[in-house]
């Protein structure tokens, strides 16, 4: 069966330190993988997604990158974390009958 | 612009009530249709999914949707809320197969006794 693994489940850091988000998805090959973010009181926004290794689509213009150096995994980071980063970050994969959300990530940037 | 609503930011209902949530969207195609809920703290859980065929789609926890055309709605009922169900509901779509969910902004449920 297929699984997605997302860590770590709570993160605080600090202003202006760097962030690494990690997803893994089991059970399947070549997934679309995608990063959203939840604000407090918004809904979701699509950040980043990718079709393949190395291909990497941006939706928002940000202080935030991703990387898909294997076929099922997903890095979202930061080199600098700022206020605004703060909120839930949500990992999903599909492979086109449906989208499957990973538990997600509650960053909070002090 | 291309959009999804969700008209209602909170709703309360008594247990037992049945309850409709409101979802419409505006695409130029037919999108892909979901509905996800969300507790507290944890991701999001897929209650039911509309793709083509019968326009009335039932999900899990005993909730159903209708895609009606028309109207460019999905709304998503539940004949008798538990306690339970009380939870953030998201409606997205899909416009490309694929491509990325777009959703709306979520309606908060209060289930009161």
């Known amino acids: 069966s297929q699984t997605i693994h997302q860590w770590p489940a709570t993160l605080v850091q600090p202003v202006g330190s760097p962030l690494s988000l990690e997803c893994t998805v089991e059970?399947?090959?070549?997934?679309?993988l995608y990063w959203y973010r939840q604000a407090a009181g918004r809904g979701l926004q699509l950040l980043f997604y990718s079709v393949g290794i190395g291909q990497i689509s941006s939706e928002v213009p940000q202080n935030l990158s991703a990387s898909r150096p294997q076929d099922r995994q997903f890095i979202l980071s930061s080199k600098k974390l700022l206020l605004s980063d703060s909120g839930f970050y949500l990992c999903a994969w599909t492979s086109g009958a449906g989208y499957t959300f990973g538990s997600g990530t509650r960053l909070t940037v002090v | 612009a291309q959009s999804v609503t969700q008209p209602d930011i909170h709703i309360t209902v008594s247990e037992g009530a049945s309850l409709e949530l409101r979802c419409n969207y505006s695409y130029g195609a037919t999108p892909y249709l979901f509905w996800y809920v969300q507790s507290p703290g944890q991701g999001l859980q897929l209650l039911l999914k509309y793709f083509s065929g019968d326009t009335l789609v039932q999900g899990i926890k005993g909730f159903e949707a209708e895609f009606k055309r028309s109207q460019s709605s999905f709304n998503l009922r539940k004949p008798s809320v538990h306690w339970s169900d009380a939870a953030e509901y998201f409606c997205a779509v899909d416009v490309n197969s694929g491509y990325a969910l777009n959703f709306g902004k979520g309606t908060s449920l209060l289930v009161t006794p």
């Open positions: 059970g399947t090959s070549n997934p679309n």
